[in-house]
Nanobody, 117 residues
Framework: QVHLVESGGGLVQPGGSLRLSCAASGSTGSIVSMGWYRQAPGKQREVVATKTNGGITYYADSVKGRFTIARDNAKVTVDLQMNSLKPEDTAVYYC???????????WGQGTQVTVSS
């Protein structure tokens, strides 16, 4: 069983930056990919960025050029550096881990990111 713990959310002004971090514990040997999803009020959860153990990376079009995902396979962590934040980035951000590419079956508790002046 894998357990994910996130940190780093908060309130930031438009144009600002935040860094989210997520650490996995437990049976982490089964993890082949980790990433970040988000869910805004009244909307479905959507993928933000993912990265496999082998380095294959995916970004949603809405965050390309602004967000950067980083993995540490040894420590089994995933970070999300978010720059040039916009009000539409406001959401609860969830760390996710999967034992097969493209399939995420373990989720963190979520961390709130609010972009507002």
């Amino acid at each position: 069983q894998v357990h994910l713990v996130e940190s780093g959310g908060g309130l930031v002004q438009p144009g600002g930056s935040l860094r989210l971090s997520c650490a996995a514990s437990g049976s982490t040997g089964s993890i082949v990919s980790m990433g970040w999803y988000r869910q805004a009020p009244g909307k479905q959860r959507e993928v933000v960025a993912t990265k496999t153990n082998g380095g294959i990376t995916y970004y949603a079009d809405s965050v390309k050029g602004r967000f950067t995902i980083a993995r540490d396979n040894a420590k089994v962590t995933v970070d999300l550096q978010m720059n040039s934040l916009k009000p539409e980035d406001t959401a609860v951000y969830y760390c996710a881990a999967g034992s097969s590419p493209g399939s995420y079956d373990v989720w963190g508790q979520g961390t709130q990111v609010t972009v507002s002046s």
